[in-house]
């Protein structure tokens, strides 16, 4: 069974960095590309970042382009986004997601990020 | 950046009606288009990939199709386990985009 559990969310102030994780099991992690997805309290999904099997490919949504980046190792079988210069408008459940063929098939349950003062 | 206008942004429908929810291209993606619903409270899942393939376990009441870079859902009689928000996905180019949501409810 594919699974993907996030972590690292939580409370930071802004201009903070946080990190966050998503560990897969259930498939053969190096196969596949990865993203990470976000969607704000009450709003829709907005597409964040995206990372190849290798880590060849990478590529980032302009509204993060510079403070956050993307990464993964493939032997833990771990995702990461490691967010700089947090701002409040990056305040938003967190999903990390598998992409195959230019679809996302499976979702993590999603992570909460609040940036407050 | 490949723009995706979703319409309608919110649905009232009657128990077995028929739905349809449309998303509009920017510019060709192709078949690259994919379908996710998203119930209150739970991750979104996978519907409809390719523009017209089923994802496994979703009901054959859906079903997806295309007319040149118009894409459509239709749900053929709605039932109480699909309220939720659909959106659709392109992902043929990065910055890969959402439609805003379609917000399906009761009547």
């Known amino acids: 069974e594919v699974q993907l559990v996030e972590s690292g969310g939580g409370l930071v102030q802004p201009g903070r960095s946080l990190k966050l994780s998503c560990v897969a099991s259930g498939f053969t992690f190096s196969n596949y590309g990865m993203n990470w997805i976000r969607q704000a309290p009450g709003k829709g999904l907005e597409w964040v970042a995206y990372i190849s099997s290798g880590s060849s490919y990478i590529y980032y949504a302009e509204t993060v382009k510079g403070r956050f980046t993307i990464s993964r190792d493939n032997a833990k079988n771990t995702l990461y986004l490691q967010m700089t210069s947090l701002r409040s408008e990056d305040t938003a459940l967190y999903y990390c997601?598998?992409?195959?063929?230019?679809?996302?098939?499976?979702w993590g349950q999603g992570v909460m990020v609040t940036v407050s003062s | 950046d490949i723009q995706m206008t979703q319409s309608p942004a919110s649905l009232s429908a009657s128990l077995e009606e028929i739905v349809t929810i449309t998303c509009q291209a920017s510019q060709d993606i192709g078949n690259w288009l994919s379908w996710y619903q998203q119930k209150p409270g739970k991750s979104p899942q996978l519907l409809i990939y390719g523009a017209t393939s089923l994802a496994d376990g979703v009901p054959s009441r859906f079903s997806g199709s295309r007319s040149g870079t118009q894409y459509s859902l239709k749900i053929s009689r709605l039932q109480v386990e699909d309220i939720g928000i659909y959106y659709c996905l392109q992902a043929y180019s990065a910055p890969y985009t959402f439609g805003a949501g379609t917000k399906l409810e009761l009547k």
């Open positions: 997601a598998r992409r195959r063929e230019r679809v996302f098939d499976y």
